[in-house]
């Protein structure tokens, strides 16, 4: 018996639980993933022990030998991943990441700009429940109603009335490419800093699936747990000339000592994400998505966009009658996990909204080619197509189950 069933039986029996279901389901939230075993090891290590505040070379506590070998490790692997000048691992998630973009650069009531949640973008890019939406005068620009692509006349119209200090680009719920020259060429004209949001796409542009934003956005933000396969925890990246202003902004601006358990994830992911084998893993994932995007349209999903470029897809469940959530909530029952979202111009509410966001950063991790790809497609229409058949949906997630099997997820015991 392990020490934490022996010492905290019900936590380990969630636990224990939660591997069953990570084994038997296929993980379509884009925003998840498998981290490699190697970096849940370091995660789970005794620099779990250790308080740090500070910077390497530069701490406010003692018996920092070690540490500063981790963090050091960490900054420059990820400054050799991204080819950048900068990087700080030390933001606890995304959204503190961002935080620290804006106490870096701005103060409350400054004008930044970035797009609005209804359109795909990040709740941290000034939407009016989040902090960054309240604490300062965000502008938000969308998509288009006619094809539901970024409205770059009017990112410049409202760059050019509004000033912004930060433009804010990169997104949660877009599937196609960010066009980070197009940004920064709005940033240049306006006089804005242009911050890329890499999070969800960040293990995409590692592996040379998608394009860099590097040496078109001075600022560079993201998680590390998302397409990267890395701890839960957050990055920024920058030019030289705003080091200082990150570091300060992250330690002591907003945050007391780095989790150096996360760090050491870090480091160990940002290696990996630099091998072949990664790179080949980035296309992957893409490949999949468009194989998955296909064989759902021939079932008569509605694609936003028409399809993707990376690896989301966000459908419109309209056409099928079936409001999002229901359906998000019988492709669970399947062993399908998705989340229900907004599609733009959603005449339905977020808690209850039109669409089903999937991807395929994780099914990829599991090893999942074109053949499952389209296997899957087949059984999320079947499911829709019989949202209230109970039998059917039982009959699907036995299949599911045994494809599964078939594809252990890196890093689940299978019990
Ligand atoms: N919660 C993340 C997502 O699911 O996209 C973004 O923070």
């Avoid at 293990?203 to 956005?217: K, N």
């Avoid at 029952?333 to 669409?355: E, H, L, Q, W």
């Avoid at 053949?371 to 999320?380: I, T």
Wanted: hydrophobic letters at 40%; proline letters at 6%; glycine letters at 10%.
């Amino acid at each position: 018996m392990s020490e934490l069933q022996q010492m905290d039986p019900e936590i380990a029996d969630l636990i224990t639980k939660e591997e069953a279901r990570q084994h038997r389901t296929m993980r379509l939230i884009p925003s998840e993933n498998y981290a490699w075993p190697a970096v849940m090891e370091a995660c789970g290590s005794v620099l779990n022990n250790k308080y740090s505040e500070g910077y390497t070379g530069k701490r406010y506590y003692e018996g920092q030998e070690f540490i500063d070998g981790v963090e050091s490790l960490a900054v420059s692997r990820v400054k050799q991943l991204f080819g950048v000048d900068h990087a700080n691992v030390q933001p606890y998630s995304g959204s503190p990441a961002n935080l620290a973009v804006y106490f870096a650069f701005c103060k409350p009531g400054d004008t930044v700009m970035g797009m609005g949640l209804p359109s795909g973008g990040h709740l941290t890019h000034g939407w009016k429940v989040s902090i960054s939406g309240s604490y300062f005068n965000a502008v938000q620009y969308g998509v288009r109603e006619s094809d539901h692509r970024i409205d770059f006349d009017q990112v410049a119209s409202l760059a050019r009335e509004h000033k912004p200090k930060l433009l804010f680009c990169g997104a949660t719920a877009y599937p196609r490419e960010i066009e980070f020259a197009r940004f920064a060429e709005i940033a240049r004209e306006v006089g804005a800093i242009l911050v890329a949001d890499i999070a969800h796409i960040s293990g995409l542009i590692a592996g040379g699936a998608h394009q860099s934003p590097v040496g078109l956005a001075e600022v560079i933000s993201s998680t590390t747990h998302k397409t990267l396969r890395g701890p839960r925890g957050g990055m920024i990246l920058c030019d030289e000339k705003h080091q200082k202003a990150i570091d300060k902004s992250v330690f002591p601006g907003l945050q007391g000592g780095p989790h150096n358990g996360t760090t050491a994830g870090i480091a160990v992911a940002a290696k990996l994400a630099m091998t072949p084998e990664f790179k080949q893993y980035a296309a992957n994932v893409v490949s999949n998505a468009k194989v998955l995007a296909a064989r759902l349209e021939e079932r008569g999903f509605a694609l936003i966009t028409g399809g993707t470029d990376n690896h989301l897809v966000l459908m419109d469940l309209t056409p099928k009658g079936v409001p999002g959530k229901v359906a998000a909530q019988a492709l669970d029952r399947a062993g399908i996990v998705t989340n229900y979202n907004s599609i733009p111009f959603d005449p339905r509410k977020p808690f209850d909204p039109s669409g089903v966001r999937i991807g395929t950063p994780a099914i990829t991790a599991r090893g999942m080619g074109a053949a499952e790809m389209q296997q899957l497609g087949d059984w999320m229409a079947d499911v829709v197509d019989n949202v209230t058949d109970e039998a059917k949906i039982a009959g699907i997630a036995a299949e599911v189950k045994a494809l599964c099997d078939k594809f252990p997820a890196p890093g689940v015991p299978v019990s």
